[in-house]
């Protein structure tokens, strides 16, 4: 079957089996590879990216079903050359060790901080209707993002680090 | 995975005979390694009149296809129901949350590990072929509302809150009625049928979730017990909201998470609160009703003192007397 996606801004149309998940189409079909396969069940976050905006594992999706829809990677949001504020302050930080997990807590991330800008309320926000960008309130709203190597408290560094950059 | 056909629905008629898929989080999840194996997929993501919420009187009509995030956030949401808000965020991560649906929610697969595992013997996944589960390690099996065939629990953390809040589930029927099923009715027991879960049939297809009018002034928490922090199904949650006259309770909802086959309620622990002083003692009394019966499996047994725990530190949460931290009240708009 046939599916057109727009990745990063750029439209493609794919040929696959029903079966295929967005992340395989990503990797194996479109060579972007900076989305990472972790656990291909929901389970790690290391696949993450942005359909339509909004952040999910991709692992989850059938490609099948997303005809139409946007899709932004890693490689999308900025390059070598010009970083996002969160690509720079991962690097500053060393929000990192092996780097498996590193471009799906950026994806996370990125969206995280727009989430948080809009209000939305987190299971430990003190009050559901102003939201804070606390440490616990990083913790809770990066859990969907494991890190093998632990490097948690240089990665929530790196992101408060980002979003002042961003104030 | 096992090959598929894969369709769109363009209207509720189309999903008769095939396996609805709406976010995917469970059912992917499940046919990745091959404890479910439909051979049609119909897919609801399109079905424009399953999504949004809106207001019935004082009543809320969500969509069976808003997804959990944009749940927990309504305005309507935190404001009226801000239980259910806060149940939906003790559940899963962001990522899932954006693409799980409230349909999908509330039909969510046990998380027995046996269920998972293909090499081990399982009435839910093959009835009458045997329960695994008796015999080996079980500390996320169900305490109440067992069977002989099936010990399992339902993890929702979602139809918890809404078990509390009394919702009712909005169902199209193959022949095009629509009709409204009290949560406490939609589910069933496991008998001898574990992998029956709820009285849906065949081309039915859940198209809402009401909730009744906002309790004005009500106190409401989720309180949750996991392994980890965060991203965790519970080991016990209680969905709690409390209304209460001073020093008196006048009204106490409650609802108890992954310690039954679907979410469990009990009505002699709610009477028993109803017209008293809240304290300490009331607490414990209600804790030890809720918990009177041993558990089906003893690797659960934990959960009894677990529960109890749990049920005291909600109602001392809801009622003042502790920390009220993650407490919530129902405002009504002005
Ligand atoms: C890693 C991980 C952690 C999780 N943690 C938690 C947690 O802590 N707490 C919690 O409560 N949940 C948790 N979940 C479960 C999650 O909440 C569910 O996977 C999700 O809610 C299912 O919704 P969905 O729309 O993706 O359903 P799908 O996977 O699309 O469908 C699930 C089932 O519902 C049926 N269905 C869907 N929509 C309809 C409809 N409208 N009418 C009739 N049938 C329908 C499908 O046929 C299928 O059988 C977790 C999931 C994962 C993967
Ligand atoms: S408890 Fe239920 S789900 Fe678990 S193995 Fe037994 S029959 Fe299957
Ligand atoms: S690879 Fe998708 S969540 Fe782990
Ligand atoms: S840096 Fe190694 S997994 Fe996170």
Known sequence: MKTTLTVNGEAHEVTHDPRRSLLDTLRDDLRLTGTKKGCDHGQCGACTVLLNGERVNSCLCLTAMHDGDEVTTIEGIGSPERLSALQKAFVEKDGYQCGFCTPGQIMSATAMLREISEGAPSYVSDDLEVPKLTDTEMAERMSGNLCRCSAYPLIREAIAMASEVSQ | ?334
């Not at chain 2, 959990?68 to 935190?78: F, I, P």
């Not at chain 2, 022949?175 to 939609?186: A, E, K, M, Q, Y």
């Not at chain 2, 965790?232 to 086959?261: K, N, W």
Request: contains cysteine; charged residues 25%; neutral net charge.
């Open chain 2, 1 to 334: 995975m096992r090959p598929f056909d894969y369709s769109r629905a363009d209207s509720a008629k189309d999903v008769a005979g095939a396996q609805i898929i709406a976010g995917g989080t469970n059912l992917l999840d499940l046919m990745k390694i091959q404890v479910m194996t439909p051979e049609k997929l119909v897919d609801i993501t399109r079905l424009s009149e399953l999504t949004g919420i809106s207001a019935e009187g004082d009543r809320l009509r969500i969509g069976a296809l808003v997804t959990n995030s944009a749940l927990a956030a309504d305005a309507r949401v935190r404001a009226g129901w801000p239980l259910l808000s806060r149940a939906i965020l003790a559940g899963a991560s962001v990522q899932i949350r954006n693409k799980a649906t409230t349909g999908g929610n509330l039909l969510q697969r046990t998380r027995c590990p046996y269920f998972y595992d293909t090499s081990q013997v399982c009435n839910k996944r093959n009835p009458g072929e045997g329960c695994a589960a008796q015999g080996g390690t079980g500390r996320m099996l169900a305490l109440y509302g067992t069977s002989e065939h099936c010990l399992a629990a339902h993890p929702s953390d979602m139809a918890t809150a809404m078990a509390a809040l009394q919702a009712e589930v909005e169902v199209m029927r193959a022949s095009g009625d629509t009709v409204r099923i009290p949560l406490r009715d939609f589910y069933r027991g496991p008998g001898d049928r574990p992998d029956i879960e709820t009285v849906l049939e065949d081309g039915d297809l859940i198209t809402a979730v009401i909730l009744p009018a906002p309790r004005a002034g009500a106190r409401q928490v989720y309180r949750k017990v996991r392994d980890r922090a965060s991203y965790a199904f519970a080991l016990v949650s209680v969905a709690a909201s409390v209304e209460m006259e001073g020093d008196t309770i006048t009204r106490a909802q409650l609802a108890y998470g992954s310690i039954a086959p679907h979410p469990w309620k009990n009505h002699e622990v709610a009477e028993m609160l109803q017209g008293q002083t809240a304290s300490d003692a009331l607490f414990h009394r209600a804790a030890e009703a809720l918990t009177r019966e041993e558990a089906p499996h003893p690797d659960t047994e934990y959960k009894r003192p677990l529960l109890r725990r749990t049920l005291i530190a909600a109602l001392r949460q809801a009622t003042g007397l502790g920390d009220t931290a993650g407490t919530d009240t129902v405002r009504t708009p002005a």
